[in-house]
């Protein structure tokens, strides 16, 4: 188990040296799901090491807020798109 939380903690490394690299938005989309989907792996592993049931909840919380957050992204990326077609129009 100990080298699947190394896997898992390497992975989101790459995450972050992405973020700082290159930091173009959809860069930053990919990563944020990344986070998720590897922190609801992490808590998966640990609740299976330690023998807490409670994680599971905790991690499927996790995995709907990895699911939101980029759908919230996208609208709001959407929404600042069309200002900003509506002022350039005026």
Same mark, same amino acid.
């Given at each position: $188990? @100990?080298?699947?939380?190394?896997?898992?903690?390497?992975? $989101?490394?790459?995450?972050?040296? +992405? *973020?700082?690299?290159?930091?173009?938005?959809? !860069? +930053?989309?990919?990563?944020?799901?990344?986070?998720?989907?590897?922190?609801?792996? &992490?808590? /998966? *592993?640990?609740? =299976? *090491?330690?023998?807490?049931?409670?994680?599971? !909840? *905790?991690?499927? /919380? /996790?995995? &709907? /807020?990895?699911?939101?957050?980029?759908?919230?992204?996208?609208?709001?990326? +959407?929404?600042? =798109?069309? +200002? @900003?077609?509506?002022?350039? @129009?005026?």
């Amino acid at each position: $188990m @100990s080298v699947v939380a190394l896997i898992l903690l390497f992975s $989101m490394l790459l995450g972050i040296w +992405r *973020v700082l690299k290159g930091p173009a938005l959809l !860069d +930053r989309l990919l990563t944020i799901q990344l986070f998720g989907s590897t922190g609801v792996a &992490i808590l /998966l *592993v640990l609740s =299976k *090491v330690f023998a807490l049931p409670a994680l599971l !909840d *905790v991690a499927l /919380l /996790l995995a &709907i /807020l990895a699911a939101a957050a980029p759908a919230a992204l996208v609208q709001r990326l +959407r929404q600042q =798109k069309q +200002r @900003s077609r509506q002022r350039t @129009s005026l």
